[in-house]
């Protein structure tokens, strides 16, 4: 048995012992690359003398170490490939050759100073025949009129109808309102009333009346003033609508 003496000594020893090889293995470690520089987080150090720059990929690695420079133009300044835009080179689109913006003038007040009383006559259409179509035009509101005729005197009786359409320029619109007077009268104005203010670029106005199968015995001839209205009384020059009338429709 050893003394406490020995024992304490040889524990020490055997404590000095490992110390000595830990610390020779971590001194191999390190004679084994004596030159090697420890990197930085995030990659290895770039070697002394490397093309690699600091703006090469994140993970450290460089698919074409040695990329061939951009051509430089020594006219721009500028690779051939790439052009810069300023605000000296923006173009302004302007309408293709021939074509303009013009639509007419600008648009400003325009309302009716007519009355119906002077309305202007377009001519007349047959009610229950087949007839021509009249028709006007303008830029502005106005009153016109015109007559519708009974022509059929067959025994078997005839309505009588006619359709009235407008249609509006492009950039504008314009409301149609009919008025049709009494049977064998001689003016539309104060008479039946019809509408058509769409928003469209056409509107249109069709009345029927008068004798059914048996024929009445009386001339169902009117007399039909419209009013053509610029919408919210805008309108600009140059921009026309048209009316067309047919009879018999």
Do not use: H
Request: a negative charge; proline letters at 8%; glycine letters at 14%.
């Amino acid at each position: 048995m050893l003394s406490p003496m020995c024992a304490e000594r040889r524990a020490a020893i055997g404590r000095c012992g490992v110390i000595p090889l830990v610390l020779g293995f971590a001194c191999a470690a390190g004679v084994e690359n004596p030159e090697t520089t420890l990197a930085p987080p995030g990659g290895p150090a770039p070697a002394t003398g490397s093309n690699e720059s600091e703006d090469d990929d994140p993970d450290g690695f460089d698919d074409d170490p040695f990329p061939d420079p951009d051509p430089i133009d020594t006219t721009t300044g500028f690779p051939p490939d790439e052009t810069t835009t300023g605000v000296g080179d923006e173009t302004t689109m302007g309408p293709p050759a021939g074509e303009t913006t013009d639509d007419g003038g600008p648009m400003g007040d325009c309302p009716n100073l007519d009355t119906c009383q002077g309305a202007s006559g377009i001519g007349l259409v047959s009610g229950d025949e087949s007839s021509r179509t009249i028709g006007a035009s303008g830029s502005e509101s106005t009153w016109i009129e015109f007559q519708v005729t009974e022509n059929d005197d067959a025994l078997v009786g005839a309505a009588m109808s006619f359709t009235a359409t407008l249609s509006s320029p492009a950039g504008a619109d314009f409301d149609l309102y009919v008025y049709r007077g009494m049977e064998g009268g001689n003016t539309g104005c104060n008479g039946f009333m019809q509408q058509s203010t769409s928003a469209g670029s056409q509107d249109a106005v069709s009345m029927t009346w008068g004798e059914g199968v048996v024929p009445n015995g009386l001339d169902d001839g009117v007399w039909v003033a419209v009013e053509i209205r610029a919408k919210d009384d805008m309108c600009a020059p140059g921009q026309q609508w048209m009316l067309t009338v047919e009879g018999n429709s």
